[in-house]
Each structure stands twice: as structure tokens, then as C-alpha cells.
């Protein structure tokens, strides 16, 4: 099946840890994003990517880190520097021809 | 700034009746509108997308309509059922120089009950 995939579902993190989110998509997708998602808000652009090797930073950027060294791939890291890692984390990519965004099903991060 | 404000908040129904959500956005130059469903804990899935030169889509029981004079879009649900509730999430895109860029609602949690 197409799609994206993220991965894990639920992470837990002790404070000054660093954590990887893994997100794959076998869609053939130029573009990739990484949203973030605290209860009750819209969604947040952490980092986007428009094509292999090169990505951009978003709104809330700071304290996470990313790479897209593959097309299918782009994980995103939540590092020690981000104060208040507790959320749910989306990523997608976009299908520029028909220009829709397609959402993996999210991961929860909460540190403990 | 770019904005996308969507109400209400929160809304429950009775199981078969009918609703309309709104949301009023402020973005420029405006692309396309896209209405999502999010259940809780997954992943938006697309309902529907509209450009500027169309007015109304449907799919299935939802049916969104756009005016992009006054910048509004509405999303209708006609006799709802327990599966519609989730939140439905209104994303208004962009077009810039940089690519397509997107502006998110906070989006509104309809509950059904039975």
C-alpha cells in the first residue's frame, strides 16, 4: 500500500534526552513537512522539505533538527533544547501535481 | 498575517441531524481551501479542495462551499452519523515564491451523539 508511515506510534523521553521520529512515504513525493500539534490549536510547521538535500525551517523550529538525505525519508529530532516536547507530531507530503497533502497518522511524544 | 479562524470551537448534534461549520480566513494571495477530518489521535484525511473559481464541492454527506470575495468557506454535514465526530480542520493555502504554504484553522470538534 502507499503511504506515510510514522514511527513510533508513542515515545516516552526523560528531560534532556534526544528523540527521533521516523517518518517514510513511498508516495514518490517531492515534499515533506513535520507539523506539530498541541490540544485545541491548529497545526504548527516545524520544518518542510522541498526536495532531497535541502530542507527550510518553519514557525516553531527551534530545538528540533531534521535531515533529508533520501526522498522517502525525513525524520525529524526533538533535541534537549526544546522546552515543552509534549505533543503530537505529524508529518506529510505533498503530491505537487494534484496538490494535496497527505498526513501519516501522527506520533505522540511526552516527556517524563 | 495570515489567518484562519474556524467556529465554532465545539459542536454536538444528535445523530442524523444536519450541520455547518465555518471558517473566515484572511490569507493573500489565496490558492485553494482544503477541509480535513481528523479523528482523535490519527492522522487529517482530505474531505474536500476548492480553488478560487469554484464555489461548491461535495463528497458524499459533506458538501463545502467558498466565497472568496468575503473569504469564507462553510463545511456541511448531512444526516450525521456517530463516525462523523472528529475534528475537521480548515487549511488555506498560499502561493508564494518559496512554494505553496499553509495556514491551518484551530479547527472544530463535532461530536455526535445518538
Known amino acids: 500500500d502507499g503511504g506515510i508511515t510514522q514511527s513510533p506510534k508513542y515515545l516516552f523521553r526523560k528531560e534532556g534526552q534526544n528523540v527521533t521520529l521516523s517518518c517514510e512515504q513511498n508516495l514518490n513525493h517531492d515534499a515533506m513537512y513535520w507539523y506539530r500539534q498541541d490540544p485545541g490549536q491548529g497545526l504548527r510547521l516545524i520544518y518542510y522539505s522541498q526536495i532531497v538535500n535541502d530542507f527550510q525551517k518553519g514557525d516553531i523550529a527551534e530545538g528540533y533538527s531534521v535531515s533529508r538525505e533520501k526522498k522517502e525519508s525525513f525524520p525529524l529530532t526533538v533535541t534537549s533544547a526544546q522546552k515543552n516536547p509534549t505533543a503530537f507530531y505529524l508529518c506529510?507530503?505533498?503530491?505537487?501535481?494534484?496538490?494535496?497533502?497527505?498526513f501519516g497518522e501522527g506520533s505522540w511524544l511526552t516527556v517524563v | 498575517k495570515n489567518q484562519v479562524e474556524q467556529s465554532p470551537q465545539s459542536l454536538i448534534i444528535l445523530e442524523g441531524k444536519n450541520c455547518t461549520l465555518q471558517c473566515n480566513y484572511t490569507v493573500s494571495p489565496f490558492s485553494n481551501l482544503r477541509w480535513y477530518k481528523q479523528d482523535t489521535g490519527r492522522g487529517p484525511v482530505s474531505l474536500t479542495i476548492?480553488?478560487?473559481?469554484?464555489n461548491t464541492k461535495s463528497n458524499g454527506r459533506y458538501t463545502a462551499t467558498l466565497d472568496a470575495d468575503t473569504k469564507q468557506s462553510s463545511l456541511h454535514i448531512t444526516a450525521s452519523q456517530l463516525s462523523d465526530s472528529a475534528s475537521y480542520i480548515c487549511?488555506?493555502?498560499?502561493?508564494?515564491?518559496?512554494?505553496?504554504?499553509?495556514?491551518f484553522g484551530g479547527g472544530t470538534r463535532l461530536m455526535v451523539k445518538p
Open positions: 487549511v488555506v493555502s498560499l502561493y508564494n515564491n518559496a512554494g505553496n504554504m499553509l495556514t
Open positions: 506529510a507530503s505533498r503530491n505537487g501535481a494534484e496538490n494535496t497533502i497527505y
Open positions: 476548492m480553488t478560487f473559481s469554484e
